[in-house]
């Protein structure tokens, strides 16, 4: 009968002879060759980075930054395998090596850094007009390379099959964990949906979930909106996606739509004029689309003229107040009544009403 060798080539001959604290010269050479190949290699990720990012168009992704951080993770990588070669990190933690914990958390560390210097690159060189929706692409590419990073860290480290199997056996934890989760994961495919469907962008004014104001913010799992008045609402982006959206400001002009109303005794004809002359000085009032102007009915107490017309619709609140003011301006320097409410009561008896001073019969 023959007894295999599991000697490993670095623990045979010349190499398995001891120098100091039980390292080998089989560990100092092992150990000096990861180090030499890893520097080898980050020089060579660094310089192609450095050339690639002179011509690419994603210069958010390939740049300086990224070949330093990608350079410095091998390094620091390579250093950690090779205490590991002189056996520095022979030791476990949860049955798992040392230095793949090590190596793992570096992975997560180094990508985290990386995803993060690569959103703040795009939000930085985007122009201003391409900013809210950039700030939307930059945040899901961020954490969709820190979740990447984090099960690949965790592969590394070895704790995949352990995590896995400790969540087999809890099946009434990974239960009560789903439905705990369940609101997370909806708001964070609602997010990713809002993001293609585009309703609304940072900085518009909108009404939405019984809120109306303007979008502060947009993030993954929620939406932010400044309200009128000066208050921050957060909307679950859930909640959001299965709203009725109003977005004030889609479209480059929206309409504003007044009513007004003269006495009875007044020209129609003459009041319309009045108002079209009105609206034809107002410099924000569109010509195209054409305002109009029209008797829309016949109130209680009033001839009820409506007015269309149309505004840029970041000047829509400004041109609304405007056409109200001048448009009762221009009614009162023509003599036009614009009167208030009145009421004819009629009583089935006559009413008998004594006057101070008088006698009574």
């Known amino acids: 009968m023959t007894t295999a060798n599991t000697t490993s080539f670095w623990e045979q001959g010349v190499f398995g002879q ?5 390292i080998t010269v089989g560990g100092i050479t092992k150990a000096l060759l990861i180090l030499v190949a890893a520097l080898i290699i980050a020089r060579f990720v660094r310089a192609y980075l ?11 992704i390939i740049n300086e930054d990224t ?6 993770m091998i390094v620091v990588i390579a250093i950690v395998y090779a205490f590991e070669a002189l056996g520095a990190m022979a030791f ?20 985290y850094i990386f995803a993060k210097k690569s959103k703040d690159y795009m939000i930085m060189r985007s122009p201003t007009q391409n900013l809210p929706e950039v700030q939307v692409k930059a945040k899901l590419f961020y954490y969709l390379i820190v979740v990447l990073a984090f099960f690949i860290a965790l592969n590394i480290a070895g704790f995949t099959g352990r995590l896995t199997t400790i969540f087999a056996a809890a099946g009434i934890t990974g239960i009560v964990l ?3 989760s369940q609101t997370v994961v909806a708001n964070f495919i609602s997010g990713i949906f809002m993001y293609f469907d585009k309703p609304l962008k940072i900085g ?11 979008v502060h913010d947009i993030r993954i799992l929620s939406t932010r909106i400044r309200t009128w008045d000066g208050v921050l609402v957060r909307i679950p982006n859930e909640k959001l996606f299965n709203s009725e959206i109003q977005n004030l400001m889609k479209y480059p002009a929206r309409r504003v739509d007044i009513t007004v109303g003269i006495g009875y005794k007044e ?7 009045v108002i079209k002359k009105t609206l034809d000085e107002m410099s924000y009032v569109l010509a195209e689309p054409e305002p109009v102007v029209f008797v829309d009915n016949l109130g209680d107490s009033s001839v009820n003229i409506s007015i269309r017309a149309w505004a840029p619709s970041e000047k829509w609140f400004d041109v609304r107040i405007q056409i109200v003011q001048k448009v009762k301006e221009a009614l009162d320097r023509e003599g036009i009544e614009i009167p208030f409410p009145q009421r004819v009561n009629w009583f089935p008896e006559p009413i008998r009403i004594k006057v101070e001073g008088e006698r009574g019969n």
Do not use: C, Q
């Open 267 to 273: 020209d129609a004809g003459k009041a319309i004029e």
């Open 178 to 180: 789903g439905f705990a």
């Open 204 to 214: 518009d004014p909108v009404e939405v979930a019984g809120y109306s104001g303007i």
């Open 18 to 22: 001891g120098l100091i604290l039980g």
């Open 50 to 60: 450095l050339n690639l990012s002179r011509s690419t168009k994603y210069i958010w």
């Open 92 to 111: 476990k933690i949860g049955g798992a090596n040392m230095s793949n914990i090590l190596a793992g958390f570096l992975v997560f560390y180094f990508s």
């Open 67 to 72: 070949a330093s951080t990608l350079h410095n």
